[in-house]
């Protein structure tokens, strides 16, 4: 077993990488640092912008406020976070997963884990953004003059928007539960042979 050092070592080297494995770190990394500055950057503006503009995806115009209470601004900027987190958590835990079938150990136990584990991050992540956005934007709606900004202001409503426009990500955490029994069954199948020789 490499100790935490070889490991993180091995993570980058790169003059026996194949270009598949090559391409997966680069892509993995850019969206573990594409998580960082989305959660970042949400908290930021939401520190120090004066005006906070929602976009709703069912709104023809986005609602303004000027000046938020710094509730409001949290509250809209939750939503990035999460996703920000939750991108930087899952593209960690599939980098050492493929680090993992670099260095020719794909049925290690922990792989699985990783996998189960980000599986349920994306389809955990998917429901509480989307119950995060739709209480986001019924708050901001409240405090929106209703004569520009009038019409259905009903939580649902917005919460079955947000989750249906994430679906596809369902898809993504549905492919890294099936990955992730396939490598249990992979794991079984290595021990099997390990006991015949």
Do not use: C
């Not at 000027?66 to 593209?91: E, F, R």
């Not at 990500?169 to 042979?193: E, I, K, P």
């Amino acid at each position: 077993m490499l100790s935490k050092i070889d490991m993180l070592s091995s993570m980058f080297r790169l003059r026996t990488t194949p270009p598949s494995f090559l391409l997966a770190r680069v892509f993995l990394a850019l969206a573990g640092f594409s998580g960082v500055l989305a959660a970042v950057g949400a908290l930021v503006r939401a520190a120090t912008d004066d005006r906070l503009e929602r976009e709703i995806r069912s709104r023809p115009r986005t609602p303004m406020i000027d000046d938020p209470s710094t509730w409001i601004a949290l509250l809209d900027a939750a939503p990035a976070v999460l996703l920000g987190v939750v991108m930087m958590v899952v593209s960690w835990l599939l980098l050492v997963v493929v680090v993992d079938i670099q260095r020719g150990v794909p049925f290690d136990g922990r792989a699985v884990r990783r996998l189960r584990v980000s599986s349920a991050l994306i389809s955990v992540g998917i429901f509480a953004h989307a119950l995060i956005s739709a209480w986001a934007d019924v708050e901001v709606l409240e405090r929106v003059p209703r004569p520009r900004h009038g019409g259905n202001q009903d939580f649902s409503y917005y919460f079955l928007g947000e989750v249906l426009y994430a679906a596809p990500w369902l898809l993504v955490a549905a492919f890294l539960a099936v990955f992730a029994h396939a490598f249990t069954v992979g794991r079984s199948l290595a021990d099997d042979q390990e006991g015949l020789v």
